[in-house]
């Protein structure tokens, strides 16, 4: 099982700005409610407490749909790795 949540920034100790939820594997859409250009960073806590962080993210070009398929898939992986 796996937490997610959408923290601002490099902010890794902020209230998150979207919590996502829990999630039995490790493939999550979400549909992104945050102005353009937010900057943000990715949180992932696995079932034995384990957190990765994603980097420093911005979606200048995102509005209301989600990441692409290919870009989902490979920031998951990559926080998985983290783990």
């Given amino acids: 099982m796996y937490d997610y949540s959408i923290l601002p920034g490099a902010q890794l100790q902020a209230p998150p700005l979207v919590e996502l939820g829990t999630f039995l594997s490790g493939s999550v859409t979400w549909n992104v409610n945050l102005a353009v250009g937010t900057l943000i ?4 806590k696995d079932n034995v407490g384990r957190d990765g962080y994603s ?15 290919h870009m989902r898939i490979c920031l998951i992986c990559r926080l998985q790795e983290l783990l």
């Fill in 55 to 69: 980097g420093k993210l911005s979606f200048p070009l995102i509005t209301e749909d989600c990441l692409p398929l």
């Fill in 41 to 44: 960073t990715i949180h992932v």
